[in-house]
């Protein structure tokens, strides 16, 4: 006999028990293999987890309740430690396989290289996607010093990909000159420093399509959210 694990801290609060018959999948990726400066973002998953048992299941500001969303928390994928596209692959292939059975994928990392494998399935599946970003970076560069897979790449790699006028980054404020060149000549919309009220103007736009939302934890000030890989104030 077990206890139930949605008030365990083991996984996500309110995760319903059968994957069956859930709507959404949540999942984690867990993986710092690149990341450049301070690694520990593999614990995230785990973390939010177990902070989650925490949070009240009503929301105030939205007047919704956890209890009338249909989750089933996966638990993380066993990724192998050191070793990124090989990770990159199995996160390629389980987010396949949630998009194939007609669940609705919910990721956590993990650093943010860990998106560009879910944004290649969802391209996959809807091929009119488009690209929410909140990030303190502009993850532009074609490679870290000389490493094409790093954690400072995947929205270069999604905006080649779906194409640059299909992304929409907020909150950006660091990032080499030739990133902020880049994204301006391919009419990538970068918002820098602020995220609501461009975010509001840019939602229209986006009305009728599917987007993919990508969130890096550092798009908040390090004085709120201080525990992340590449800190920016």
């Given at each position: 006999?077990?206890?139930?694990?949605?008030?365990?801290?083991?996984?996500?609060?309110?995760?319903?028990?059968?994957?069956?018959?859930?709507?959404?999948?949540?999942?984690?990726?867990?993986?710092?293999?690149?990341?450049?400066?301070?690694?520990?973002?593999?614990?995230?998953?785990?973390?939010?987890?177990?902070?989650?048992?925490?949070?009240?299941?009503?929301?105030?500001?939205?007047?919704?309740?956890?209890?009338?969303?249909?989750?089933?928390?996966?638990?993380?994928?066993?990724?192998?430690?050191?070793?990124?596209?090989?990770?990159?692959d199995m996160i390629e292939e389980y987010v396949d396989?949630?998009?194939?059975?007609?669940?609705?994928?919910?990721?956590?990392?993990?650093?943010?290289?860990?998106?560009?494998?879910?944004?290649?399935?969802?391209?996959?599946?809807?091929?009119?996607?488009?690209?929410?970003?909140?990030?303190?970076?502009?993850?532009?560069?074609?490679?870290?010093?000389?490493?094409p897979l790093s954690h400072s790449t995947p929205i270069?790699?999604?905006?080649?990909?779906?194409?640059?006028?299909?992304?929409?980054?907020?909150?950006?404020?660091?990032?080499?000159?030739?990133?902020?060149?880049?994204?301006?000549?391919?009419?990538?919309?970068?918002?820098?420093?602020?995220?609501?009220?461009?975010?509001?103007?840019?939602?229209?736009?986006?009305?009728?399509?599917?987007?993919?939302?990508?969130?890096?934890?550092?798009?908040?000030?390090?004085?709120?959210?201080?525990?992340?890989?590449?800190?920016d104030a």
């Amino acid at each position: 006999m077990r206890f139930d694990e949605a008030y365990s801290g083991k996984v996500f609060i309110a995760s319903r028990p059968d994957w069956k018959e859930a709507d959404a999948i949540l999942y984690g990726m867990p993986m710092d293999w690149t990341v450049s400066y301070r690694p520990g973002s593999r614990f995230g998953p785990g973390r939010i987890r177990e902070v989650s048992i925490g949070l009240e299941e009503y929301s105030p500001y939205l007047d919704r309740d956890l209890a009338d969303l249909n989750f089933f928390d996966a638990g993380d994928i066993p990724l192998p430690f050191g070793n990124p596209q090989r990770s990159l692959d199995m996160i390629e292939e389980y987010v396949d396989s949630i998009l194939e059975k007609g669940k609705f994928p919910l990721g956590m990392g993990g650093e943010h290289l860990v998106s560009w494998p879910v944004i290649k399935a969802m391209y996959k599946k809807f091929p009119d996607l488009a690209i929410i970003h909140f990030d303190a970076h502009t993850d532009l560069r074609t490679d870290y010093e000389g490493e094409p897979l790093s954690h400072s790449t995947p929205i270069r790699k999604a905006a080649e990909l779906i194409g640059p006028q299909n992304v929409f980054s907020f909150g950006i404020r660091s990032g080499m000159k030739e990133e902020f060149e880049w994204a301006k000549e391919n009419g990538m919309h970068i918002s820098k420093f602020e995220v609501l009220e461009p975010l509001k103007k840019v939602l229209p736009q986006l009305a009728g399509r599917p987007v993919y939302f990508t969130i890096d934890i550092d798009v908040l000030d390090p004085a709120h959210a201080p525990g992340t890989g590449t800190v920016d104030a």
